[in-house]
């Protein structure tokens, strides 16, 4: 079982963590696998990437390139990333997340009105301002403020076409000023639509400066979608191999920073629980792939055009993690 896999992989981190730490060994130890998998990637990251990446290649064939790109060894080779066109346009889209990053104006007299409505904190003073979010690298502050738009969603997942029905840009670019002010907001007040708030959340993952699931893990993941069974004569099938599906992606988000696999879990839990109430929403698994695996997975500035044939197994690895992710974050 993928999970009785993992804890090995575990159990082996804290043998080695317990080790390798004189202040550990003979001592009472209160079992906590976050702690000692934290501990290792953190003192000896190198150790710590070689162990996962050692296991996860049982599973996966990742050729000489493709394993130096996921353990950061080379620049990542992706669809689109060649040319005198694609250099012009990764130049344009840095510009534009440099220029929304450096400038962020106070809000106006009537913006500020509005905010004090609807936050905690003072509006349209200096020291309302903790630092933009949306367009930065992923922070534990970033989370932090995304995650009001996650628990406000999970109180309104019955609301029809959730994540596909465009919210108001209006109320958007109003909520996304509060958020990048580091304020509290008060979304039960009415004054933001459910379809304000999935649509926010989705352009927050999309201004990320790389996906969550990160450059270098592109190839792993095109490499997992392909797991499939083997029959008794060792032919492959064309039925997915579930189990070494879910291990691979447990192992390979073991690589993520802590802010992105933090984020993916509330994230993969959302989108989870919203699939559930696909009865009310119409909203299935496959549905919400569609509207996520481009913010999340896709490499950045590219099109659909460039990634062709890979676009099906995108969004049903996608899909499959939303289906799955109650398995892939338990230890």
């Not at 450059?215 to 997992?224: E, M, P, V």
């Not at 029959?231 to 992606?249: C, H, S, V």
Request: proline share 6%; aromatic share 6%.
């Amino acid at each position: 079982m993928p999970l009785q896999k993992l804890s090995a992989l575990i159990e082996t981190i804290c043998n080695f963590v317990i080790c390798n730490d004189p202040s550990l060994r003979g001592q009472p130890i209160i079992f906590n696998p976050d702690f000692f998998v934290e501990k290792l990637r953190h003192e000896k990251p190198e150790v710590f990437t070689e162990l996962v990446v050692s296991n996860i290649t049982r599973l996966i064939d990742l050729p000489g390139t493709e394993l130096a790109q996921l353990m950061g060894e080379e620049e990542p080779k992706l669809p689109g990333g060649t040319g005198t066109a694609s250099g012009f346009f990764r130049s344009l889209m840095s510009l534009k997340r440099k220029a929304n990053t450096w400038h962020h104006p106070l809000p106006s007299a009537q913006t500020s009105a509005q905010l004090s409505r609807v936050t905690s904190v003072p509006v349209g003073i200096p020291g309302a301002d903790k630092g933009v979010v949306f367009g930065s690298p992923l922070t534990e502050e970033g989370i932090a403020q995304v995650s009001q738009l996650i628990e406000y969603l999970h109180k309104n997942l019955r609301v029809e076409g959730l994540f596909r029905v465009p919210g108001n840009s209006v109320r958007q670019q109003l909520l996304k000023d509060a958020l990048n002010s580091g304020l509290d907001v008060d979304l039960d007040s009415g004054e933001f639509h459910s379809n304000d708030v999935a649509t926010l959340l989705k352009v927050f993952l999309g201004e990320l400066p790389e996906p969550l699931l990160t450059r270098k893990h592109f190839h792993a993941h095109l490499k997992i979608a392909d797991l499939m069974l083997f029959d008794e004569k060792g032919n492959k099938t064309g039925a997915p191999d579930k189990e070494r599906q879910i291990e691979a992606l447990q192992l390979l988000f073991l690589l993520l920073p802590a802010p992105n696999r933090s984020l993916l879990k509330l994230l993969l839990d959302l989108l989870y629980q919203t699939a559930k109430k696909q009865d009310k929403n119409k909203m299935s698994a496959h549905n919400l792939a569609l509207m996520f695996a481009p913010h999340i997975l896709w490499p950045r500035n590219v099109t659909a055009n460039d990634l062709q044939e890979n676009i099906t197994k995108l969004n049903n690895g996608v899909a499959f993690m939303i289906k799955h992710s109650q398995k892939l974050f338990k230890q």
